[in-house]
């Protein structure tokens, strides 16, 4: 069974297309979280969750928008790509007690 | 906000020798302190992570210092083998997202 769970796991798309990519976790963690990998490999974080509730809201640019229906789902949603998009997107999640971020296999986001 | 710094950003070893890769973070009040290791095209994963009361923490090949005072902390793996080359990250937080370094290529040399 996985506990981090995204899909998909590949997206390639034109620039200026919307996509989505949704993420789920069966851990019955409380927090979770959206990281962006690029190319040199750095690990950036986006938006964090708890419950449901924005916590973290990087500076990201609006165009990114994070939706949490319930504590185990997170999804992300991208309108108008850009070029500068292209990355692996990792959703995560960890309980309150420990802070132990537990990572999906990622989504490879290619944008041409 | 935390910043997390960390050398070298590429490691080659012998196969058997030592590996240590180092981290300085910028927020006293940072208390969680873990390293994840990603191999190719896989998530990154947790090895060993140190809380700020303790100042060392051992699994078997894998040991972490840390160091409050000067706000560093490295990761020592002794008998380095071929399935340790991957990169490794260490990070820092005090209850809020991790932040993370910028990671180093660990490349083990049979």
């Known amino acids: 069974d996985t506990a981090v769970s995204q899909t998909p796991k590949y997206l390639v798309t034109q620039m200026g297309n919307d996509k989505s990519i949704k993420c789920e976790q069966n851990?019955?963690?409380?927090?979770m979280y959206w990281y962006k990998q690029d190319s040199k490999k750095f690990l950036k974080i986006m938006f964090s969750?708890?419950?449901?509730?924005?916590?973290i809201n990087e500076t990201v640019p609006n165009r990114f928008s994070p939706k949490s229906p319930d504590k185990a789902h997170l999804n992300l949603h991208i309108n108008s790509l850009e070029l500068g998009d292209s990355a692996v997107y990792f959703c995560?999640?960890?309980?309150?007690?420990?802070?132990?971020?537990?990572f999906g296999e990622g989504s490879r986001l290619t944008v041409l | 906000g935390e910043n997390v710094e960390q050398h070298p950003s590429t490691l080659s070893v012998q196969e058997g020798d030592s590996a240590v890769i180092k981290c300085t973070y910028s927020?006293?009040?940072?208390?969680?302190f873990p390293w994840y290791k990603q191999e190719l095209g896989k998530r990154p994963q947790l090895i060993i992570d140190?809380?700020?009361?303790?100042g060392e923490k051992k699994d078997q090949r894998i040991a972490v210092t840390l160091n409050k005072t000067a706000k560093h902390f490295s990761l020592h793996i002794t008998e380095t083998q071929p399935e340790d080359s991957a990169v490794y990250f260490c990070?820092?937080?005090?209850?809020?997202?991790?932040?993370f370094g910028s990671g180093t290529r660990l490349q083990v040399q049979p």
């Open positions: 995560a999640s960890s309980p309150l007690s420990t802070g132990e971020l537990f």
């Open positions: 851990l019955g963690h409380d927090t």
């Open positions: 969750y708890n419950n449901k509730e924005l916590i």
């Open positions: 927020d006293s009040a940072s208390n969680y």
């Open positions: 140190i809380r700020s009361n303790v």
């Open positions: 990070a820092a937080s005090y209850g809020k997202a991790l932040t």
